[in-house]
Each structure stands twice: as C-alpha cells, then as structure tokens.
C-alpha cells in the first residue's frame, strides 16, 4: 500500500518555541492531506483539510494563525505549532489520499509527539 | 457530528467472536474502518461505500447499512494480534469543500487475551 511518513516522530520543546512537522507522500501524489490531533485515550480530531496549491480549511475552533498550514507540493505537507504551549502537546498525525485513485482510502502517517514544556 | 460506537471497550479470549457497531445522525456516503495500536497510527482496514454492502478479509468483515446510517464490523476466531482501539469515520453525503473528511468515533478498545 502506499506509504505516508512524518517528521520528526517526537519533538520536545520549550514553551514559547515553534515546531515544524512535515507530513510526505512517498509513492503518490496527495493534492489533498489531512491534520489531525488525537490526546490520550482519545479519538482522532481533524484539525485542517491542506489543499496543494490552496489555503488549507480549518474545523471550527482550530486557529489557523497557530496551526500554520503549508501544502507547497504534491508530496508534501508541513504543519507548523507557531509559539507552542503545553496544552499544545498532543499526537499529531497526518493522512494522504492518493489523487491518482478512485479509492476514498486514507493513508495515515506514523504521527507525532509534540511534548511542549 | 461524531458516530457513536458501541461497545467502548470489550474483552475477549482467543478463538471469540466480536462485533462493533458504528452508527451516524447524519446521511453518510461511506464509513471507514481503522485499528490502532497504542503509540501507533491508524491502520486501515476498509472502506465501505454503499447501502448494504458488505466485505471481508481474513477474519474481519463489515457491512454497511446507507438507510440506518449504520456499519458494523465483525470479528470472527479473534487472534492477540486483533488487540488495540477500533474507530469508524464517517464521510457525509456531499461533502462539499470537504471532499473526502472523516469525522471519528471515540473509539472501541479491544483485548484479546489467551
């Protein structure tokens, strides 16, 4: 199948730093990805649709000028945390649909662990 | 608006049966399967697309009722590897400028012990 990956898979930082977290599809060609959070226990909550070549749609309650979403490519996808805090930390994990198909599968990433201090 | 799954969590021995249920307010256009071990991502499962469909692989079936707004996955001879939390999400009916956006369930944990 095909494969999305995520980098870095953990981060640590200190409150007040922005992290940077790129989200790649390695055999397929993604025009749409997807962002979302997921807390402990917890389900996975969609945070933004990123749309290449377009302003990403954020959910209801998601502040777009926090979560900064760029979707430079057609493998690629970065989501930036600007000025993180600790109820920032949290899974996050992005998905991918290959433009190419007809399938509505979405391939997730690994995820990663933003723990902010 | 997120599905409702049932149960939350269940336990079984090696060999059972299981059955989680998935079920929406809204008319949907398909339901998705995933299974996800702790610290893990997702990992699909399938993808059910119209009213009364049905598939299967393995031992993992679903079935998807476009009228009931409803979708089922089934477990049959469950093995150890079958363990972690089961959600569905749900795609609306014209999904707009959307396309393609799942909204989750909170999830089914399953245990399979020996």
């Known amino acids: 199948g095909a494969v999305v990956s995520q980098h870095p898979s953990r981060v640590i930082c200190k409150s007040g730093t922005s992290v940077k977290i790129e989200c790649r599809s390695l055999d397929f060609q993604a025009t749409t990805m997807f962002w979302y959070r997921q807390f402990p226990k917890q389900s996975l909550m969609l945070m933004a649709t990123?749309?290449?070549?377009?302003?990403?749609?954020?959910e209801q309650g998601v502040e777009k000028d926090k979560f900064l979403i760029n979707h430079a490519s057609l493998t690629l996808s970065t989501l930036t945390v600007a000025s993180a805090h600790p109820e920032d930390s949290s899974f996050y994990i992005c998905?991918?649909?290959?433009?190419?198909?007809?399938?509505?599968?979405?391939?997730f990433g690994p995820g990663t662990r933003l723990t902010v201090l | 608006q997120q599905p409702v799954q049932s149960p939350q969590a269940v336990i079984l021995r090696e060999g059972e049966d299981a059955v989680i249920n998935c079920s929406s307010s809204k008319a949907l256009y398909s339901v998705h399967w995933y299974r996800q071990k702790h610290g893990e991502a997702p990992v699909f499962l399938m993808i059910l697309l119209k009213g009364g469909e049905q598939k299967g692989h393995d031992k993992i079936s679903a079935s998807f009722n476009e009228k009931k707004q409803q979708s089922s996955l089934y477990l049959t001879a469950s093995q150890l590897s079958y363990s972690g939390t089961y959600f569905c999400g749900t795609e609306p009916h014209y999904s707009g400028a959307g396309s393609y956006q799942l909204t989750f369930g909170k999830g089914t944990k399953l245990s399979v012990i020996p």
């Open positions: 998905s991918a649909r290959d433009s190419g198909l007809l399938d509505y599968e979405q391939f």
């Open positions: 990123s749309n290449e070549g377009s302003k990403a749609t954020y």
